[in-house]
């Protein structure tokens, strides 16, 4: 069982930037594809980044693309989002996700996640 706890949400103006952390437990971290997702109140959820177990094989939204970069650090087992240049409508709840570990295929579908995270709020105001 992996267990995946987020931290570093919160408000920021337009503009700003935030960083979310994902700590994971367990120990096949190194072989997991990591993802973030997104969900804003009414909408459904939504894909936003993906780092593949096999390094430097990333994925990012049209929406983010240029302005958020995902990254890992296996030797912590953590997952990081950098937000830059941040929008009131990047305003959600942000989850990190999990794949089985030596996962392959669609990097940007949540059903290829097993493990999920409890989420972090981000409130971007204009």
């Known amino acids: 069982q992996v267990q995946l706890v987020e931290s570093g949400g919160g408000s920021v103006q337009a503009g700003g930037s935030l960083r979310l952390s994902c700590a994971a437990s367990?120990?096949?971290?190194?072989?997991?594809?990591m993802g973030w997702f997104r969900q804003a109140p009414g909408k459904e959820r939504e894909f936003v980044a993906a780092?593949?177990?096999?390094?430097?094989?990333?994925s990012y939204s049209d929406s983010v693309k240029g302005r958020f970069t995902i990254s890992r650090d296996n030797a912590k087992n953590t997952v990081y989002l950098q937000m830059n240049s941040l929008k009131p409508e990047d305003t959600a709840v942000y989850s990190c996700?999990?794949?089985?570990?030596?996962?392959?295929?669609?990097?940007?579908?949540?059903?290829?996640?097993?493990?999920w995270g409890q989420g972090t709020q981000v409130t971007v105001s204009s």
């Open positions: 996700a999990a794949a089985a570990p030596l996962f392959s295929g669609t990097l940007e579908s949540m059903y290829a996640y097993a493990y």
């Open positions: 367990g120990r096949t971290f190194s072989t997991s594809t």
């Open positions: 780092n593949s177990w096999r390094g430097s094989i990333t």
